[in-house]
Protein backbone atom coordinates (compact mmCIF):
# COMPACT_ATOMS: atom_id res chain seq x y z
CA UNK A 1 0.00 0.00 0.00
CA UNK A 2 2.97 2.27 -0.24
CA UNK A 3 1.79 3.84 -4.28
CA UNK A 4 -0.75 6.07 -4.70
CA UNK A 5 -2.64 6.54 -8.06
CA UNK A 6 -3.72 9.71 -8.64
CA UNK A 7 -5.04 9.41 -11.89
CA UNK A 8 -8.26 10.90 -10.82
CA UNK A 9 -6.60 14.25 -10.36
CA UNK A 10 -4.53 14.22 -13.12
CA UNK A 11 -7.69 14.16 -15.47
CA UNK A 12 -8.61 17.43 -15.22
CA UNK A 13 -5.06 19.18 -14.61
CA UNK A 14 -2.59 20.01 -17.11
CA UNK A 15 0.98 20.27 -16.01
CA UNK A 16 1.51 18.76 -13.01
CA UNK A 17 3.22 15.86 -13.89
CA UNK A 18 6.22 16.72 -12.35
CA UNK A 19 4.28 16.77 -8.72
CA UNK A 20 3.39 13.26 -9.34
CA UNK A 21 7.04 12.54 -10.17
CA UNK A 22 8.21 14.79 -6.99
CA UNK A 23 5.22 11.95 -4.84
CA UNK A 24 7.09 9.19 -6.05
CA UNK A 25 10.62 10.06 -5.17
CA UNK A 26 8.95 11.12 -1.83
CA UNK A 27 7.80 7.83 -1.32
CA UNK A 28 10.85 6.59 -2.10
CA UNK A 29 12.86 8.18 0.45
CA UNK A 30 11.36 7.21 2.74
CA UNK A 31 11.55 3.63 2.38
CA UNK A 32 15.14 4.19 1.40
CA UNK A 33 16.21 6.43 4.39
CA UNK A 34 19.18 4.96 5.64
CA UNK A 35 20.52 5.28 1.99
CA UNK A 36 19.78 8.90 1.89
CA UNK A 37 21.57 9.21 5.09
CA UNK A 38 25.03 10.32 3.49
CA UNK A 39 26.75 12.76 3.74
CA UNK A 40 24.30 14.77 6.18
CA UNK A 41 23.10 18.41 5.07
CA UNK A 42 20.92 20.84 6.65
CA UNK A 43 18.80 23.56 4.31
CA UNK A 44 18.50 27.29 5.40
CA UNK A 45 16.01 29.41 4.70
CA UNK A 46 18.30 32.65 5.39
CA UNK A 47 15.99 35.49 4.13
CA UNK A 48 12.57 35.60 2.08
CA UNK A 49 14.40 34.57 -0.94
CA UNK A 50 17.51 33.59 -0.02
CA UNK A 51 18.19 29.57 1.06
CA UNK A 52 21.72 27.54 1.57
CA UNK A 53 21.93 23.58 1.55
CA UNK A 54 25.11 22.94 3.83
CA UNK A 55 26.46 19.51 3.08
CA UNK A 56 29.11 17.51 5.68
CA UNK A 57 31.68 16.26 2.72
CA UNK A 58 34.62 15.76 5.21
CA UNK A 59 37.91 14.47 3.57
CA UNK A 60 36.90 15.69 0.03
CA UNK A 61 38.05 18.21 -2.06
CA UNK A 62 37.01 20.80 -4.60
CA UNK A 63 37.89 18.47 -7.07
CA UNK A 64 35.98 15.64 -6.15
CA UNK A 65 33.21 17.27 -5.49
CA UNK A 66 30.53 18.07 -8.86
CA UNK A 67 27.71 20.16 -8.79
CA UNK A 68 24.86 20.16 -11.91
CA UNK A 69 21.80 22.09 -11.75
CA UNK A 70 19.39 20.80 -14.83
CA UNK A 71 16.61 22.13 -14.95
CA UNK A 72 14.72 22.27 -11.81
CA UNK A 73 16.64 19.38 -10.47
CA UNK A 74 20.26 20.23 -8.23
CA UNK A 75 22.74 17.05 -8.33
CA UNK A 76 25.77 17.05 -6.10
CA UNK A 77 28.25 14.08 -5.99
CA UNK A 78 31.56 13.00 -4.98
CA UNK A 79 33.85 10.51 -5.36
CA UNK A 80 37.69 10.50 -4.26
CA UNK A 81 39.94 8.96 -6.57
CA UNK A 82 41.52 5.74 -5.24
CA UNK A 83 44.90 6.85 -6.36
CA UNK A 84 44.76 9.92 -3.92
CA UNK A 85 44.35 7.60 -0.91
CA UNK A 86 47.23 5.96 0.21
CA UNK A 87 47.35 2.23 0.03
CA UNK A 88 50.37 2.20 2.79
CA UNK A 89 48.14 3.13 5.68
CA UNK A 90 46.95 1.34 8.48
CA UNK A 91 43.84 2.28 10.72
CA UNK A 92 43.04 1.53 13.81
CA UNK A 93 39.79 2.85 13.34
CA UNK A 94 38.24 4.29 9.91
CA UNK A 95 35.16 6.44 11.12
CA UNK A 96 35.75 9.50 8.62
CA UNK A 97 33.53 8.02 5.35
CA UNK A 98 34.93 8.77 1.94
CA UNK A 99 32.82 7.09 -0.05
CA UNK A 100 31.43 8.15 -3.02
CA UNK A 101 27.92 9.80 -2.94
CA UNK A 102 24.76 11.49 -4.45
CA UNK A 103 22.62 13.68 -3.59
CA UNK A 104 19.60 15.20 -5.95
CA UNK A 105 17.43 18.36 -4.90
CA UNK A 106 14.43 18.96 -6.17
CA UNK A 107 14.43 23.20 -7.08
CA UNK A 108 10.84 25.43 -7.05
CA UNK A 109 10.59 27.18 -10.19
CA UNK A 110 12.50 30.06 -10.37
CA UNK A 111 14.97 28.88 -7.62
CA UNK A 112 18.25 29.52 -9.03
CA UNK A 113 21.97 28.31 -7.76
CA UNK A 114 24.29 31.45 -7.07
CA UNK A 115 27.32 29.55 -5.87
CA UNK A 116 29.22 27.13 -3.71
CA UNK A 117 32.11 26.85 -1.16
CA UNK A 118 33.95 24.59 0.34
CA UNK A 119 35.48 25.94 4.08
CA UNK A 120 36.02 23.31 7.35
CA UNK A 121 34.59 20.36 5.91
CA UNK A 122 31.39 22.03 5.11
CA UNK A 123 30.08 22.65 1.45
CA UNK A 124 27.69 25.45 1.21
CA UNK A 125 25.57 25.99 -1.25
CA UNK A 126 24.00 29.73 -2.18
CA UNK A 127 20.52 29.52 -4.03
CA UNK A 128 17.81 32.57 -4.42
CA UNK A 129 14.54 32.68 -5.75
CA UNK A 130 14.45 35.60 -8.77
CA UNK A 131 10.91 35.88 -9.93
CA UNK A 132 10.80 36.85 -13.56
CA UNK A 133 8.83 40.62 -13.71
CA UNK A 134 6.21 39.18 -15.68
CA UNK A 135 5.41 36.55 -12.85
CA UNK A 136 5.09 39.39 -10.11
CA UNK A 137 2.31 40.68 -8.87
CA UNK A 138 0.78 43.80 -10.19
CA UNK A 139 -2.20 46.39 -9.27
CA UNK A 140 -4.64 46.78 -12.38
CA UNK A 141 -6.01 50.47 -12.37
CA UNK A 142 -9.45 50.98 -12.77
CA UNK A 143 -10.66 53.17 -14.62
CA UNK A 144 -13.64 55.32 -15.59
CA UNK A 145 -15.85 54.00 -18.61
CA UNK A 146 -14.93 51.34 -21.12
CA UNK A 147 -11.63 49.43 -21.43
CA UNK A 148 -9.45 50.43 -24.54
CA UNK A 149 -10.47 46.87 -25.91
CA UNK A 150 -13.90 47.18 -25.73
CA UNK A 151 -13.84 50.36 -27.35
CA UNK A 152 -11.72 48.97 -30.17
CA UNK A 153 -14.22 45.71 -30.40
CA UNK A 154 -17.62 48.22 -30.64
Do not use: W
Request: net charge neutral; glycine share 6%.
Amino acid sequence: MNNIDFTPVFRSTVGFDRMARLVDAAFQASESSTQQSYPPYNIEKIDEDIYQISMAVAGFSESDIDITVKENSLLISGKVEKSAQNPKRIFLHHGIAARSFERRFDLADHIIVTGAGLENGLLHIDLVREIPEEKKPRKIKISQGQTKLAAKVA
